[in-house]
Nanobody, 121 residues
Framework: QVQLVESGGGLVRPGGSLRLSCVYS????????MAWYRQAPGKVRELVAG???????NYPDAVLGRFAISRDAAKNTVYLQMNDLEPDDTAVYYC???????????????WGQGTQVTVSA
């Protein structure tokens, strides 16, 4: 069964930085893409960064140039470096295998507990 454990969140002032980590179980092999998502109160979960098994990354416009995703396959860990944080970045952040690949390794759609990021003065 897939396990995902996010950490690194916290309270930060606007303009600050945080680095999130997600340790995932070995069911998720190094060739699977991984992604970070976030969910703010009253909003749907949205993707904020993705990375392929080959290290190709993608970002939505809202975070492009501020967030950077990376992974260490040897440690089964994916990271999210977040710079120049804004109040609108406040949310619970999660990692997971993006669809449609998630159906191959995480058919029960298991998610971790997430890590809270709060950006406030």
């Amino acid at each position: 069964q897939v396990q995902l454990v996010e950490s690194g969140g916290g309270l930060v002032r606007p303009g600050g930085s945080l680095r999130l980590s997600c340790v995932y179980s070995e069911d998720i092999r190094s060739w699977y893409p991984m992604a970070w998502y976030r969910q703010a109160p009253g909003k749907v979960r949205e993707l904020v960064a993705g990375i392929t098994g080959d290290g190709v990354t993608n970002y939505p416009d809202a975070v492009l140039g501020r967030f950077a995703i990376s992974r260490d396959a040897a440690k089964n860990t994916v990271y999210l470096q977040m710079n120049d944080l804004e109040p609108d970045d406040t949310a619970v952040y999660y990692c997971n295998v993006p669809k449609p690949y998630r159906e191959l390794v995480n058919e029960d759609d298991i998610w971790g507990q997430g890590t809270q990021v709060t950006v406030s003065a």
